[in-house]
């Protein structure tokens, strides 16, 4: 069954804030092979995933969007930065579906997430494409 297309500009509530600190960058680095050199450093530009996909929780899991994990493909990921993530952010990120078609039997959605400092003020827009295959 096809996602509604009602979903196409919909903006999910964002989830609690997220602390960045040194141990979670380090961890993220090490689990993806990227560099870290430590404290006082920008963390790997793929790290705001982890704060996006916190995001993304929301639009998967309400059901009534009627998404089902187990067959979505990731398809596309890209970052627009303001400035690096650093530990010591607390970092804000709300999820709206900028888009939703049908191409033989799955949903295209693309996403954007837009990720905040404490202060408001704009870090990085985390965009996504998830493709939710169709029922076989």
Do not use: C, N, W
């Not at 709300?94 to 799955?106: E, K």
């Not at 949903?107 to 905040?116: F, K």
Request: net charge negative; glycine share 8%.
């Amino acid at each position: 069954m096809a996602v509604d297309g009602a979903l196409a500009g919909r903006t999910f509530p964002a989830p609690a804030p997220y602390a960045v600190s040194d141990e979670r960058v380090a961890e993220f680095a090490a689990a993806t092979g990227s560099r870290y050199d430590g404290p006082g450093t920008p963390a790997p530009t793929t790290f705001p995933i982890v704060v996006a996909f916190k995001a993304m929780d929301a639009l998967l899991e309400d059901p009534t969007v009627g998404i089902a994990l187990h067959r979505v493909v990731h398809g596309e990921q890209r970052f627009r930065y303001s400035r690096p993530v650093v530990a010591g952010d607390v970092l804000t990120a709300m999820l709206t579906v900028d888009s939703l078609r049908q191409i033989a039997g799955s949903d295209i959605i693309g996403t954007s997430t837009e990720i905040v400092d404490a202060s408001g003020a704009h870090v990085v827009t985390a965009t996504m494409t998830l493709v939710h295959r169709g029922e076989s």
